[in-house]
């Protein structure tokens, strides 16, 4: 059953994370909205990384539960859980695409894992969602070692948007791009975003990403959240680490 319209596509609730000799994460809670773009910062350490992939059900958390859709996944079937993923995307922070696929074919992958889509068919919708995340049609071929970092964060995200997801995670989506390709990028998610009524939770370091395009950040520190609202609000926070990690930014608004 899907979530009321009203209800949060994505709930984390009382998570625990030990790692090694240490505790990475200590009680967090929080919980998405559908339609909105969240972004998850935090310095270095803070396990942001790990909690996104705690939320799409690669660890599992030592405590706490997440619930996706309404459903815990840390309680599913292999089987449902894959029923699961086909109902988000997933933009990892170095792309993580097929080195020896083509764009196209790296595109296609989930469709092949998690439809039965006729190959006429399939190409038309790979063909589709390679001009939605805005690469020309001749890029379609290339092989990911062919293409410019900016191009393979498109083709990712055209690989992310293949089965029509409801919710996206990005690990740093701008990470290793020139300040213009990552505007352009901020913009083509911002822009897809709204167009196609998704949900989106990010993990950023970039300040610019922050101001421009999300709609709530939390804020990661200590091993738990220590702020969760609207940009502008968390930013004039009387918190050490906020005042640092926003003053460098300060009068860009």
């Known amino acids: 059953m899907n979530p009321a319209p009203n209800d949060p596509v994505l709930e984390v609730k009382g998570l625990h994370t030990h790692l090694g000799d240490q505790w990475l994460h200590r009680g967090l809670d929080f919980s998405i909205g559908r339609g909105e773009v969240v972004a998850l910062i935090g310095g270095s350490g803070t396990g942001k990384s790990v909690l996104l992939r705690e939320c799409i059900g690669l660890v599992r958390p ?89 191009m393979k964060k498109r083709a990712a995200l055209a690989r992310a948007l293949a089965l029509e997801p409801e919710l996206l995670f990005l690990d740093e989506p701008t990470s290793g791009l020139d300040p213009i390709s990552a505007r352009e990028f901020d913009h083509l998610l911002r822009v897809l975003c709204d167009s196609l009524g998704l949900t989106a939770l990010m993990a950023t370091h970039d300040l610019d990403t922050l101001w421009g395009m999300v709609d709530r950040v939390i804020v990661l520190h200590g091993g738990r959240v220590i702020a969760d609202g609207p940009v502008d609000v968390v930013a004039e926070l009387d918190h050490e680490w906020i005042r640092k990690y926003f003053s460098a930014h300060s009068g860009k608004r």
């Open 62 to 150: 030592s405590q706490g539960h997440v619930r996706l859709f309404g459903k815990n996944i840390c309680d599913l079937s292999h089987s449902h859980l894959n029923q699961v993923r086909s109902r988000f995307g997933v933009l990892f922070q170095e792309g993580a695409l097929f080195s020896s696929l083509s764009v196209a074919e790296n595109v296609a992958a989930p469709l092949i894992e998690h439809t039965s889509l006729p190959a006429r068919l399939r190409d038309e919708v790979v063909a589709m969602k390679i001009r939605l995340a805005g690469l020309p049609m001749e890029a379609a071929d290339k092989r990911p070692s062919e293409l410019s970092g900016g």
